[in-house]
């Protein structure tokens, strides 16, 4: 079942999805892997606010009309590829495909199977009436794949910078790689993170930028976030698994 664009995924489904849900499912795919293609009709028109991080909020948390991303540690989007439901449970609007880390020495199957995953994910939840932006934070040296699955003329395309040390001219390759993949100059370009020059050079040339989940923080606070040290019995606590008690959406929250 394709889901209308217009409705979000929590009114859509009102009963709560578990990982049986998530099924065996091929997609229809134009190249010669496999790799799902995504819907043109599920991009976004704009940047849905708040932006939330996959793993910053308890997966039983609601993050109604949000946009979710995965630019964050690969321990917290791992388990996403076995169940995604989480993503249709959380009322999310729009998301950002799981960014999976790459590396100039990783073997080119092994991204191939990370442009796979992200991109089977992002199909998945296009099916429930997600938006996605599209991933294009790979290696350089992987770039060729990173567009392996998204439509001719695709125009919301999503990226990250480091803090400190990153290198500014990647931003503009990446910018026009996402171009000439659209056909036109008008897109949603977005830059997630990166220090205070990067905000303005979104600003300079038309694209997106919001602060990294840390920068959010500091900035709405005012000052460092300080952790409190955790008890020796904290760190000795279990936690024990146990069924699920929630069977809806209003329970679940």
């Known amino acids: 079942m394709v889901a209308d664009g217009g409705s979000v995924s929590g009114e859509l489904f009102p009963e709560i999805l578990t990982k049986k849900d998530k099924g ?28 939330n991080r996959i793993g910053a909020k308890a997966r039983r948390c609601r993050v109604e009309g949000q946009t979710l991303h995965g630019y964050t540690d690969d321990y917290r989007i791992n388990g996403l590829f076995k169940d995604p439901s989480w993503l249709v449970n959380s009322g999310a609007r729009a998301l950002v495909e799981p960014n999976f880390s790459t590396n100039g020495e990783m073997p080119k199957i092994v991204a191939l199977s990370y442009v796979y995953a992200k991109r089977w994910i992002a199909r998945w939840a296009q099916s429930y009436g997600i938006e996605i932006w599209v991933d294009l934070a790979m290696n350089e040296r992987h770039s060729d794949i990173a567009l392996l699955g998204v439509p001719k003329g695709w125009k919301a395309y999503a990226t990250y ?41 979104c600003q300079d040339h038309g694209w997106l930028w919001t602060p990294a989940h840390q920068q959010a923080y500091l900035r709405n606070v005012g000052a460092t976030k300080v952790r409190e040290p955790k008890s020796l019995k904290q760190l000795e606590k279990k936690v024990k698994i146990e069924d699920p008690k929630y069977k809806t959406l209003e329970q679940w929250c």
Request: aromatic fraction near 16%; avoid cysteine.
């Open 24 to 51: 065996d499912w091929i997609f229809p795919s134009s190249n010669w892997y496999g790799i799902p293609d995504l819907l043109p009709s599920l991009q976004p028109r704009g940047l849905e606010l708040p932006v």
């Open 161 to 201: 910078t480091y803090i400190v040390g990153y290198d500014d001219e990647w931003l503009f390759r990446q910018h026009d790689q996402a171009v000439a993949h659209a056909g036109i100059d008008e897109i949603l370009f977005w830059v997630y993170g990166g220090e205070d020059h990067i905000q303005e050079l």
